[in-house]
């Protein structure tokens, strides 16, 4: 069974740049049927879809964040990463990585990492 | 952007108890709705996709129906472990957009 774990700092400061690795482990990140996703939630709030990337297809972004966001696939590491740049308290949220599965179908989320709280602060 | 409104906000029940939940699209989705269980410091779990489909392991006193604009998640008698937010989302509009959650609490 797959199963994804986020690293990165859970404290940037304002104007900085958030960066997030998600790890594959127990399937492979290369295969054609899967899409890898970033997904946030601040304290309290609802889900809000980032982005995904495939080493299939170029990544694509949500348009609230198009401006800011960078996804990447390593796929010798098994990594997918995020970068949020010109970060303010608003981006404060448990982010979290996420992977679609064609089988389902995409834009479903039926397997995800455990979440890592990202605070933006000085 | 599709926006889904979830009700009620809260929902106030006791085990054993059926729990009906709802989920209105802005604009039609078609069955492109899926619903996720979310417990306190946990990661969302899919439950239902396209409406009506468990997803694997998911028990079957869980079930999901609609289509257009209007769906519901419904749980048949609620066990202890039941009790948790759950979101709908949908994938038919892109970006994918989620609901704001429902919260079911133990009456």
């Known amino acids: 069974q797959v199963q994804l774990q986020e690293s990165g700092p859970g404290l940037v400061k304002p104007s900085q740049t958030l960066s997030l690795t998600c790890t594959v482990s127990g399937g492979s990140i290369s295969s054609g049927s899967h899409y890898w996703s970033w997904i946030r939630q601040p304290a309290g709030k609802g889900l809000e879809w980032i982005g995904r990337?495939?080493?299939?297809?170029?990544?694509i972004y949500n348009p609230s964040l198009r401006s800011r966001v960078t996804l990447s696939i390593d796929t010798s590491k098994k990594q997918f990463s995020l970068r949020l740049i010109s970060v303010t308290a608003a981006d404060t949220a448990v982010y979290y990585c996420?992977?679609?599965?064609?089988?389902?179908?995409?834009?479903?989320?039926?397997?995800w990492g455990q979440g890592t709280l990202v605070t933006v602060s000085s | 952007e599709v926006v889904l409104t979830q009700t009620p906000v809260t929902l106030s029940l006791s085990p054993g108890e059926r729990a009906t939940l709802s989920c209105r699209a802005s604009q039609s989705v078609s069955r492109y709705l899926g619903w996720y269980q979310q417990k306190p410091g946990q990661a969302p779990r899919l439950l239902i996709y396209d409406a009506s489909n468990r997803a694997t392991g998911v028990p079957a006193r869980f079930s999901g129906s609609g289509s257009g604009t209007d769906f519901t998640l419904t749980i048949s008698s609620l066990e202890p472990e039941d009790f948790a937010v759950y979101y709908c989302q949908q994938r038919s509009n892109w970006p994918p957009s989620f609901g704001q959650g429902t919260k079911l609490e133990i009456k």
């Open positions: 990337a495939s080493t299939s297809a170029i990544p």
């Open positions: 996420a992977r679609e599965d064609d089988d389902i179908g995409y834009y479903y989320f039926d397997s």
